[in-house]
């Protein structure tokens, strides 16, 4: 059974740093797309950062800069590191896994979620 857990989140001050991480197990995804996703409260579930087989990254224009997403394979594990945090970045984040190595933006396209974990940036 496959299972990604995360980890991390909590509050920080605006300006202040966290990471995520995302740790699969039942299955291998180092040569699969997997990416960060993020909802706030009475938004849609919006895309953050991916990256695909290859470790092409991709993001979200209002957190380029400032987010990496990074992956371990011999963890089989993925991260979020996150800077220079807003006020804005509150959301509770997910991890999401695809059957494919090709990234997408799509929510949808993902097959495999994590159980999402709070961010909360004060201002």
């Known amino acids: 059974q496959v299972s990604l857990v995360q980890s991390g989140g909590g509050l920080v001050q605006d300006g202040g740093s966290l990471r995520l991480s995302c740790a699969a197990s039942g299955r291998t995804f180092s040569s699969h797309a997997m990416g960060w996703f993020r909802q706030a409260s009475g938004k849609e579930r919006e895309f953050v950062a991916a990256?695909?087989?290859?470790?092409?990254?991709y993001y979200k224009d209002s957190v380029k800069g400032r987010f990496t997403i990074s992956r371990d394979n011999a963890k089989n594990t993925m991260y979020l590191q996150m800077m220079a945090l807003k006020p804005e970045d509150t959301a509770v984040y997910y991890c999401?896994?695809?059957?494919?190595?090709?990234?997408?933006?799509?929510?949808?396209?993902?097959?495999?979620w994590g159980q999402g974990t709070q961010v909360t940036v004060s201002s």
């Open positions: 990256l695909d087989w290859g470790g092409r990254t």
């Open positions: 999401a896994a695809r059957n494919v190595e090709y990234y997408s933006r799509y929510p949808g396209m993902y097959a495999y």
